[in-house]
């Protein structure tokens, strides 16, 4: 099976500032990816960022940077940079393969609501 | 724009009635995804087509049901709806069926349903 647990539901960070959104996952599968997605109040799901269990450095996209430890089970993200237009609700997700080499499906973790201060 | 498409935008209905939520993949994705987004369940998998054929099964409930067509768009068929269905649903696609872990699915903007 697979579980992620996003601790924080709610946080706040000044604008330009940087913030880290937390994220731990649990699965015994032998490769996994980690995804992080934003949705900000208007409603869709917007992929930001994947980070796969075997990649040697982490992921980077623009603002958005994952910080990945394999050994504690935590890909967290990081965005440089805060602008007002991040304020939305993020969600970290992961896709485990099974030693069969077939996929499993995204489990989501519940989210948590980013607030950019002017 | 993730170039998914989903119809209606928004759904008010009555309980016991039945809707049909529409999706179109972006194009070359042959793979479909449909999620439901609750406040007290938080985003859960329902069910995935690939190239019209039923690939995998989440929490779907048997009154629910999907299809995909030949021109790829897909249908979710909500049925007997009961209060508690009222959620936001997002149909996502995917070039294939999670065949790479780092595929990514890009979601629809969503059709959020209203069971009065």
């Known amino acids: 099976a697979q579980k992620i647990t996003q601790t924080q539901p709610g946080m706040f960070v000044q604008e330009k500032e940087a913030v880290t959104l937390d994220c731990t996952y649990d699965?015994?599968?032998?490769?996994?990816?980690l995804f992080w997605y934003k949705q900000p109040s208007s409603g869709e799901m917007i992929f930001l960022i994947y980070?796969?269990?075997?990649?040697?450095q982490n992921a980077t996209e623009g603002r958005y940077s994952l910080n990945f430890q394999k050994a504690r089970k935590s890909a967290n993200l990081v965005i440089s940079a805060s602008q007002l237009g991040d304020s939305a609700m993020y969600f970290c997700?992961?896709?485990?393969?099974?030693?069969?080499?077939?996929?499993?499906?995204?489990?989501f973790g519940s989210g948590t609501q980013l607030t950019v201060l002017p | 724009d993730s170039g998914v498409t989903q119809t209606p935008k928004h759904l008010i209905t009555a309980t016991g009635q039945r809707v049909t939520l529409r999706c179109s993949p972006r194009?070359?994705?042959?793979?479909v995804y449909w999620y439901q987004q609750s406040l007290d369940q938080g985003l859960q998998f329902l069910i995935q087509?690939?190239?019209?054929?039923?690939?995998a099964k989440g929490n779907i409930l048997e009154r629910f049901s999907a299809q995909q067509f030949p021109d790829l768009h897909s249908e979710l068929n909500l049925s007997s709806l009961e209060l508690g269905d009222s959620a936001l649903y997002f149909c996502?696609?995917?070039?294939?069926?999670?065949?790479?872990?780092?595929?990514?699915?890009?979601f629809g903007p969503g059709t959020r349903l209203l069971v009065l």
């Open positions: 996502a696609s995917s070039v294939t069926p999670g065949g790479g872990l780092e595929e990514t699915q890009y």
């Open positions: 699965t015994s599968d032998p490769s996994y990816g």
């Open positions: 980070q796969g269990s075997y990649d040697q």
């Open positions: 997700a992961m896709r485990g393969r099974l030693s069969s080499g077939s996929a499993r499906q995204l489990t």
């Open positions: 194009s070359g994705d042959l793979s």
């Open positions: 087509y690939y190239n019209g054929e039923e690939r």
